[in-house]
């Protein structure tokens, strides 16, 4: 039982250039999240889905955007890298009812 | 809306030492309540949650927190601090309804030997 991988774990991106942040998870969860670190600030949410097919917004959106096409997996798009996505990626995975997140290991992007 | 708050940015305690790390938090309903640990380069893990029930909670590490609904707060505990125990903790809040968690900024905790 893996829990939550995410790939790559560390990139170097150019301005301008666009990436993909993979996410999986083997629990059967509903629910999957992204988030970004950045220090001193806590965690920030980026997009959520709670279900295969349906995704919203969170607190930090601009800039990215999900898929959820399956239950497993929920890939984060950089489409025109700043460096103000320099920062640390973490997505994590619930159930419905115990709230509990379960946490990748995170992916560290320096836009440069 | 929801909010949480952990005053310290760091908490410094003497190995075998109790300890203590503050969270308070704001929702409209009844909330689901957690503690997180993150250790350097890791992700977050999950330490105990409160969502019902007896006010005290215990989890890993010999961790436990109590909730006080009348203060809003949330706090962790150990009666023993251990050298290994320094890492970064965040508290977080839930709506009774609804997946999306809200963290606090979270709380450096130092144990020196």
């Known amino acids: 039982n893996a829990g939550v991988t995410q790939t790559p774990k560390f990139r170097i991106l150019k301005i301008g250039q666009s990436m993909t942040l993979q996410c999986t998870q083997d629990?059967?969860?509903?629910?999957m999240y992204w988030y970004r670190q950045d220090p001193g600030m806590g965690l920030k949410l980026i997009y959520y889905s709670v279900g295969a097919g349906i995704t919203d917004k969170g607190e930090v959106p601009n800039g990215y955007n999900v898929s959820r096409s399956t239950t497993e997996d929920f890939p984060l798009r950089l489409e025109l890298a700043a460096p103000s996505q320099t920062s640390v990626y973490f997505c994590?995975?619930?159930?419905?009812?115990?709230?509990?997140?379960?946490f990748g290991p995170g992916t560290r992007l320096t836009v440069t | 809306a929801q909010s949480v708050a952990q005053p310290e940015d760091q908490v410094n305690v003497a190995e075998g030492n109790p300890l203590t790390v503050k969270c308070t938090y704001s929702v409209s309903g009844n909330p689901y309540l957690f503690w997180y640990v993150q250790y350097p380069n890791r992700g977050l893990q999950f330490l105990l949650k409160y969502i019902t029930g007896d006010n005290l909670v215990k989890g890993s590490y010999g961790f436990e927190a109590e909730f006080n609904k009348s203060q809003t707060s949330f706090h962790l505990k150990k009666p023993s601090a251990l050298v290994s125990d320094s890492a970064l903790y965040f508290c977080?809040?839930?709506?009774?309804?609804?997946?999306?968690?809200?963290f606090g900024q979270g709380t450096e905790l130092s144990v020196k030997p």
């Open positions: 977080a809040v839930r709506e009774q309804q609804g997946g999306k968690l809200i």
């Open positions: 629990m059967n969860h509903n629910y």
């Open positions: 994590a995975s619930s159930g419905p009812t115990s709230g509990e997140q379960y």
